[in-house]
DNA sequence: GAGTGGTCTAGACCACATG
DNA sequence: ATGTGGTCTAGACCACTCA
């Protein structure tokens, strides 16, 4: 009983099981919210060991498919619905594929402790020490946006000693450190004066704004927030249905 | 010399073993190409057994931080793009998970040939019929978003005949037409006149404006433009590195 | 108390790529 | 031939959560 669905590329035990298991949740056999069997019922039903179905179960549990709680088994998530894959570009080669000249300045850093806003917005002691960073990225000479950064110091200790004259911060991160979850707002606003003169538009001109807040498991690694001008700037991201392998 | 970063939360070994080659990337100590220790080796490192160690090192590959190979042994990734999961809301659903009641109205429908822009953006004969619909969706009595949007009769000819007096085309199409490939835009701009009496905001208020392309394989399906008041809304996605297996 | 998943062990054989 | 990773076993103990 084990062909329930298409032959696929299935060089290994672990990888039929995932796929048998996703191709039910898929076809909306097993629907969210669904138990599936326990361990112990595949074991039997694949005749094999149980490390070999908690391998397979537990890549499920990191593509977020099912999730798994003790005594209670394993349980089918909420739809993924659709989703997007949107590509976060590095401001530096974003410039460069436009065959811009890429040119980075920073106006502003400094060291200091996380006031109560930032530790609310990033579950950070309010006394932990956090690094500020504004800067200016131009393509062609002209302001393309602007980006205003905290990075917990705690989480990166390397950044109190990197030299951001030179390399943005964003893209020193991400040559640097590793991450693990991320959330974007993206949203609209009117610039502000100051924000007008730096980029160089109109005060009260439409700009997007994209904040980014960035972990490595629970710890909060990164918040920026990047200002650009909404007349000279778009995101774009290619969609798919659902993820697939 | 595991202490280069602060202490994360690690509970079980393998997490452990996870974290240290992760800080070891992180910190540039193990650059890319870096063939990073054996499994063998760290067998001996940590006193545990090779699955233990196996298992750390397959989710660094899942993650995209390392590749292995064997015989060869294993290596420290080129550094990999960020990608993003964007959920797409439908705006009945969304409106109602804020808590408001929502409205729908629709403004406008005109079926008429494609224009030639409109073949342009949708690779379209310039003459293939397409439905034109203007909507606006209410969400507590207030104007929550416009919605303009173009059906391709060609590819929906059901859309000819429905009534979206009652129900936004946009929860119509979710639920009667597939779609494989789909585009998102997003950009900042500034509200006409016409658009920021229709919202009830000021004249040149930052609006964010979110514009879709949907495909069914070769065929377009859809194209909206989905225009909201900047100062109340904002696109919030969710991010995992990108996953190679 | 009982049953689930979470983790770990100490082996084993195989596939693959190099010598 | 050698040494690596890929996979799998048949146990084991623990943590958690329900009854």
Redesign the pocket.
Known sequence: MRGTGADLQE??????IRNDVERHIMSGEWPPGYR??????MTRQ?????????????EL?QRGLIE???????FVRQPHAQSAVLEIHDIEREVQALGLVYRYRLDKRRLRPAGKDDGAAMALAADAPVLELTCTHFAGGVPFCLEERLINVTAVPEAEFADFSQIGPGTWLLKMVPWSAAEHRISAVSADRKNAAALGIGSGAACLVIDRRTWHGTDYITRVSVTYPGDRHALVAQFSPSQSS
């Open positions: 060089k290994s035990l672990h990888e039929r599936i069997p326990f361990e112990h019922e694949y005749a094999c060991s149980r490390m070999t179905v908690n391998k397979a179960l537990g549990v798994r709680r003790r005594r209670l088994g394993s």
